[in-house]
């Protein structure tokens, strides 16, 4: 008897003994058998041309019929459904057939559902590859708005800040103009103020930077700047603070850092600044802190090096991302400088942002955190030596400066 008959023959009872298992009830019973009918039309055409590609169109509508909620719980595997139409076809040919035509028709058929397996699970892995991507760009859309949300409220908030900020300042000035400077205790009240608006106004600035970076609006003022210059106003800026803390400031002479570039030399000092801060209030009492640097290709390169309490390696990108702080929040304290006194996490995004606007980069190496093996952190600064400013508006301005030369 030809294969086709033999198909033929045993196709009913095929049918109506894989839809009982598959669906003992009633319900869902219709869709099923009439599913169970097509894979049997297309079973026969594979075994007819001799090509189980028959099947596909119709593994890769069962695969990508699945609903939400399945692939949510994960109920998306077919495989169980294959297993059964697989495992009973011998036993409906062994009954229906005699053995010799059993055993030819097992023969034949045991590859195309070989093949319909194979086909169902690359179906199903590409369902699922399908469905976690979409899911993907939707938590990736809804962090961008998170984000976005919080980058005005950054703003929005750092600006109502500022007006109330301006009047105390504004009163404390008026009150220290009738107080006087003596040392009396008013006047030190209002020192104590002048600190607390003093810091108050630094954060609100930082806010107003960060979300200026956030979304590209930082203006930079190129004009001829020296590292070393910068570095030597720093020094002096941070001696007090570097007295009290009883640490050693150490800045070497590099090349590069007397090297004329364009940059906008406010914001490069403030970068600087950051992580010399930085350097200085996450070393204990008693550290070394060197800056130090060398000339690249068409770069300039800063190191900060600090011997305190170091950076772990899965931390080492997350602290140039805003509000990037470690440790427990409610531990910091807002000091600048005080031995790990935290801030609010806004200092390295914004160093960062201004490198990254200059077209420079700035990273981070350390052995990890210990606070008292002190691996301490080296912060790499690159900075791209620009011979002219690329603001054209300013350019004419410096035309004397045109090429770099050794300060
Ligand atoms: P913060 O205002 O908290 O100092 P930053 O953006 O300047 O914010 O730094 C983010 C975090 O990176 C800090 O909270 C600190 O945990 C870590 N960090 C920065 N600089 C250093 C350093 N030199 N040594 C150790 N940790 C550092």
Redesign the pocket.
């Known amino acids: 008897m030809r294969i086709s008959e033999l198909l033929t023959q045993i196709r009913a009872h095929w049918i109506d003994h894989v839809a009982h298992l598959l669906s003992p009830g009633e319900e869902g019973r219709d869709f099923l058998l009439v599913e169970l009918e097509r894979f049997y039309d297309l079973l026969q055409q594979a075994i007819a041309s001799g090509d189980p590609g028959w099947l596909k169109p119709l593994l890769i509508e069962w695969a990508t019929a699945r609903t939400e909620s399945e692939l949510l719980q994960e109920k998306i595997s077919l495989s169980p459904v294959l297993d059964t139409l697989m495992t009973e076809t011998p036993k409906v040919v062994t009954q229906v057939l005699g053995e010799e035509e059993a055993l030819f028709l097992l023969k034949e058929l045991m590859p195309i559902f070989t093949y319909a397996y194979s086909e169902i699970a690359q179906q199903e892995m590409l369902v699922r590859v399908g469905y976690i991507s979409a899911k993907l760009d939707q938590v990736q859309t809804e962090l961008r708005r998170i984000d976005h949300s919080k980058s005005d409220f950054i703003s929005v908030a750092a600006h109502e800040l500022k007006t109330p900020l301006t009047l105390i300042e504004g009163y404390a000035a008026m009150l220290r103009d009738q107080v006087g400077d003596d040392d009396s205790s008013g006047a030190m009240l209002l020192k104590g103020i002048g600190n607390g608006t003093t810091r108050l106004a630094e954060i609100i600035n930082d806010m107003i930077d960060v979300s200026l970076i956030d979304n590209n609006l930082l203006s930079l003022n190129f004009q001829p700047t020296w590292i070393n210059r910068l570095l030597e106003v720093l020094a002096k800026e941070m001696q007090p603070v570097i007295k009290e803390r009883n640490q050693n400031l150490v800045i070497k002479e590099f090349s590069g850092s007397k090297q004329m570039t364009f940059a906008d030399s406010e914001r490069i000092y403030q970068a600087l600044r950051?992580?010399l801060?930085?350097?200085i209030?996450?070393?204990p009492d008693g550290g070394t802190i060197t800056i130090d640097g060398r000339e690249l290709a068409s770069l300039i390169e800063v190191t900060?090096k600090?011997t305190?309490?170091?950076?772990d390696q899965e931390?080492q990108i997350r602290?140039?991302e805003k509000f990037?702080?470690?440790?427990d929040i409610a531990l910091?304290s807002s000091s600048k400088t005080k031995f790990k006194g935290?801030?609010?996490?806004?200092?390295?995004?914004?160093?960062k942002g201004i490198l990254e606007a200059h077209g420079g980069t700035i990273w981070?190496e350390?052995l990890g955190?210990n606070e008292e093996d002190l691996p301490?952190?080296i912060?790499h600064v690159l900075l791209p030596i620009l011979a002219e400013s690329p603001d054209d508006k300013m350019a004419h301005l410096f035309e004397d400066y045109n090429k770099p030369s050794e300060n």
């Open positions: 950051n992580l801060t930085n350097a209030k996450y070393t900060v600090d305190g309490i170091g950076i931390d602290i140039f990037g702080l470690l440790g910091h935290g801030g609010p996490g806004l200092g390295l995004p914004i160093t981070v350390s955190y301490g952190s912060f």
